[in-house]
């Protein structure tokens, strides 16, 4: 069941926020197997059946959805195959899969080239897996096909500004605010724009508005003070600084800005290095957690590489080394499952259960290693 | 050793045409110019974090004829290297102008390899010929140059020999004694045989482990004490400095004739440390340079430190991260920096691109600093699709009032690498800034200016803390600061080269370390001088 591991081929949901191995459904491979040769053979009708049964036991089954979608397509039924992976790709986006997303919606908008939605969507994708020069061919296409909406536009010119082009994004974002009511993400990606350019005089007046919009918003008020400060106007600065933190205490950038801008108006220096020191503390205490995520993350992917390569009792190894936890524990369980012994599997999964009782995922992968070893699930 | 000489005074040669790459125009000439080196990371496909960060390089005069010899760092096998880097003697230029080197490293350098990082010339042990201290992963070297063309391993016999992590070096005379005190930034506690899979498991691809997962090592600061060298880092208030430095430099900021500490670091905020004297004061976050505007610190790599907007202060360049993009702080006085990068022009074109070695030096001799960065990212597979590994140059055309403009021209694009260490000299000593780069895993670049335009002037003041000014005849005023040790891991030529654009320089003056200070005025451009091409003026005081 642990062969779920070729990730990219058979992945549940579920796998990629928690667990790194979860096991598809007993049969999967070979029910995939099957469909894929009639495929090959020629019998369409009958791989469609099979994949349609696959996809709607597995929503997140990626190669169910794209054996569909060709089977459909190898019956002439080209809109149905788009549809197919369409949905496919709008749940791989709405997911946070950003490139499988692209992948999938590159081969829908392809099946259906004329559809402005399936363009949008991979144009949006390809943003989001962080190409967005090749995302803006299909947002413009999209708009060429008669989607007027709001956000492609702001896709596109988020696009264009990624991708080393921020005098076209600049036009398209001022096309949007044209006039006074301009919407709010165009007026202040505009000012953010301007921002970032060193702008800071056009840039104010677009934050002042965007902040009076969103006067809630930490992260634009934080945008405005930053202009405010930037084109010298350090009581504006210094009054949005300081509702930046009122709005998000753990702001520590605005701490930063408060701080300078404090030091820059003089006579303030205690305030100042008061405003310094929290800025310290905040960023320190992100840093720390962001360094021990990413070494846990990073121990745990050594350990799930060695799977990969087959070296099971390697990654046993390297698994118990890093203690009980219920990352660790289930990764011990997959390599002994991979190794034949599912009723070691369960009894880590066992361990891995107790400490995180709300994890669905494990309990599911309990029951299965217990099934498995012949037990009881 | 005090010494100055005015070797070189041109006025204004005509303007090119309107190409506007003509001005300036580099040609690439490694191989023509013998200097034959690829760098080696020692990659065996493990994705340890030191293959990535390549390697420096220096601009020396080993042998005291006169003309800039060329140093470059190895480091492969990793973890413990192999040769101790190579080392081309310039041999001056033909008949055609054209400068030649000749590789003598077999018979100059020692055997003292080890896995290469960084190259600082100074004259460390104050005997008048420039040494070489190596940073490594693995324990730093000492390389005493003995003054008959070789260089001895005195390592131990002087002190050093740092174990862990180090990458950038910076020598300054900080507590005024006459001798030349070390600096040595230090990266992070890095154990190779932690197991740890870094990258992106779904897709297959395997990367370097981010800088995050890993905590600083303490940078040092050594003092001279005659010869031999004391680890001062606590008694000069510097401990607990660890940051992940990349890049330093050791310049008098505030104007106090004493060297301050600029510390470029990876993900933490850059220090700045203001010398008192004896001992150094953090100011780093209050100063303004210690993170971008934003308030976030960025992934500093190299500095490179000049006065961009002709005020006579120094200002810091440094690079970073793609889009994070590269960060210009203008000296406000008073140890205050503004972040200038967006306003500037500076920071923008860098923002797909990863910045490591930098240089700050009047490229197109119009009287406005200019910047060449080295760019090539970590990963081999950017996350970001418009970023690649191998990267094009950045060569930024500066006005001398603060702003810069890219100049994008095909001969700097057309062969993307993955830079790392930068220095610029004048070593065919043309009176323009030539660049050699150390890439990552490629050939070593050394770009040979063929500047035009604009007259120029070179102050030779070898004297480390050194500030050089030219006055023209209205009165305005340029400086340079003579340093050992900036970019990323590299050491430029200390040699002051001023372009003129088409002023006429009326005085020189020369404030020494020592405090002295020398004035000279009357300067006109007359035939030969130390050997440089066309018209010049000569002078040596020692």
């Excluded at chain 1, 979860?22 to 099979?50: H, K, S, Y």
């Excluded at chain 1, 080209?78 to 490139?99: F, I, K, P, Q, T």
């Excluded at chain 2, 760092?73 to 990793?78: A, D, T």
Aim: glycine residues 12%.
């Amino acid at each position: 069941m642990y062969a779920a591991l070729r990730r990219g081929t058979i992945v549940v949901w579920i796998a990629c926020s928690a667990v790194r191995a979860v096991p598809a459904q007993a049969g999967t491979e070979e029910l995939l197997a099957r469909a894929a040769a009639d495929l090959t053979a020629g019998r369409f009708a009958a791989a469609e059946i099979v994949y349609r049964e696959l996809a709607a036991r597995q929503p997140g089954l990626i190669d169910a959805h794209r054996g569909l979608s060709r089977a459909l397509a190898a019956q002439q039924r080209r809109s149905e195959a788009a549809a197919v992976l369409g949905g496919l790709g709008e749940g791989l986006l709405g997911a946070g899969r950003h490139a499988a997303a692209a992948e999938v919606l590159g081969e829908a908008a392809e099946l259906a080239a004329a559809d402005p939605r399936l363009q949008a969507l991979l144009g949006k994708a390809r943003l989001f897996a962080q190409s967005p020069q090749a995302a803006i061919a299909p947002l413009e296409r999209a708009r060429e096909l008669g989607d007027a909406s709001l956000l492609t536009r702001l896709y596109l010119a988020a696009a264009l500004w990624e991708s080393g082009r921020p005098e076209a994004a600049e036009r398209l974002y001022r096309e949007l605010v044209a006039g006074a009511a301009g919407p709010f993400a165009a007026v202040h990606q505009l000012g953010r724009l301007l921002l970032w350019q060193g702008r800071f005089a056009e840039a104010a007046p677009l934050l002042e508005r965007a902040a009076a919009e969103r006067p809630a918003a930490a992260d634009v008020r934080f945008d405005l003070a930053q202009a405010l400060a930037g084109a010298g106007e350090l009581d504006g600065a210094l009054a949005a600084y300081r509702r930046t933190v009122e709005l998000s205490p753990g702001h520590y950038k605005a701490f930063y800005g408060l701080a300078r801008v404090l030091a820059r108006l003089g006579g303030q220096d205690a305030a100042a290095r008061e405003a310094l020191a929290t800025y310290q503390r905040l960023y320190a205490a992100e840093q720390e957690a962001t360094r021990r995520e990413n070494l846990e993350r990073a121990r745990l992917d050594r350990g799930w590489k060695a799977i990969e390569d087959g070296a099971y009792r390697e990654a046993i190894g390297l698994f118990e080394r890093l203690g009980a936890s219920p990352e660790a524990l289930a990764g011990t369980a997959a390599a002994w499952t991979l190794l034949g012994d599912p009723a070691r599997a369960a009894e880590h999964l066992e361990r891995a259960v107790a400490l995180a009782p709300e994890r669905e995922d494990l309990r599911r992968l309990l029951a299965e290693a217990r099934l498995a070893a012949g037990g009881d699930t | 050793m005090v010494r100055l000489a005015l070797v070189g005074l041109v006025l204004a040669a005509p303007p090119a045409g309107d190409d506007p790459c003509a001005t300036p125009r580099f040609t690439e000439t490694a191989a023509d110019a013998g200097v034959v080196f690829t760098h080696d990371p020692g990659s065996r496909g493990e994705y340890h974090l030191p293959e990535s960060m390549g390697a420096g390089l220096a601009w020396l005069d080993y042998d005291g004829d006169g003309w800039s010899d060329l140093y470059a760092v190895q480091s492969g096998p990793f973890p413990g290297g192999g040769e101790p880097g190579r080392l081309w003697r310039n041999l001056g230029t033909g008949d055609d102008g054209r400068a030649t080197f000749e590789d003598v490293t077999e018979r100059a350098l020692p055997d003292a390899g080890g896995y290469g990082q960084g190259a600082l010339a100074a004259d460390l042990d104050g005997d008048g010929w420039t040494d070489l201290y190596l940073t490594r992963f693995g324990p730093d070297a000492f390389l005493r140059n003995r003054g008959d063309g070789t260089f001895e391993d005195a390592t131990a016999a002087f002190g050093l020999g740092l174990p862990g992590w180090s990458s950038s070096a910076a020598a300054a005379d900080a507590d005024g004694d006459g001798e030349l005190d070390l600096y040595v930034t230090r990266y992070l506690v890095y154990d190779p045989s932690e197991e740890l899979f870094c990258g992106d498991l779904e897709r297959g691809l395997r990367r370097f482990c981010d800088p995050v997962l890993f905590a600083g090592a303490e940078d040092r600061f050594f003092v001279n004490r005659g010869g031999r060298f004391e680890d001062a880092t606590a008694a000069a208030g510097l401990a607990g400095a660890a940051g992940k430095g990349l890049g330093v430099v050791f310049t008098d900021l505030d104007g106090d004739r004493r060297p301050d500490l600029y510390v470029a670091n990876d993900l933490t905020p850059n220090f700045l440390f203001r010398n008192l004297g004896r001992r150094f004061e953090d100011v780093s976050l209050f100063s303004g340079a210690a993170a971008n505007r934003e308030g976030a610190f960025e992934a500093g790599m190299g500095i490179a430190v000049g006065d961009v907007d002709g005020d006579g202060d120094p200002d810091l360049a440094v690079t970073n991260f793609d889009v994070e993009t590269n960060t210009l702080y203008l000296n406000l006085g008073s140890m205050q920096f503004e972040d200038v990068s967006a306003r500037s022009g500076f920071g923008t074109p860098s923002f797909n691109l990863l910045g490591f070695g930098v240089a700050l030096a009047d490229f197109d001799r119009d009287g406005g600093l200019d910047a060449w960065v080295a760019n090539g990212h970590i990963f081999e597979h950017p996350p970001r699709e418009n970023v690649t590994h191998a990267q094009r140059d950045l060569l930024l055309l500066g006005d001398g009032r603060g702003g810069f403009r890219e100049r994008r021209c095909p001969w700097l694009e057309e062969r993307p690498l993955v830079g790392r260490g930068l220095a610029v000299a004048d070593y065919d000593r043309d009176g323009d800034a030539d660049v050699a780069i150390v890439n990552n895993g490629g050939p070593l670049q050394l770009w040979r200016n063929d500047a035009e335009a604009g007259g120029w002037l070179a102050v030779e003041a070898e004297s480390v803390g050194t500030t050089v000014d030219v006055v023209d005849a209205g009165g305005r005023r340029r400086r340079r600061w003579v340093t050992a040790g900036d970019s990323y891991q590299s050491t430029s030529e200390r040699r002051p080269l001023f372009g003129l654009g088409a002023s006429s320089p009326a005085a020189v003056e020369v404030a020494w370390p020592d405090g002295r200070r020398t004035r000279l005025q009357g300067l006109r451009p007359s035939p030969g001088g130390s050997g440089d091409r066309g018209a010049g003026l000569a002078m040596r005081f020692r």
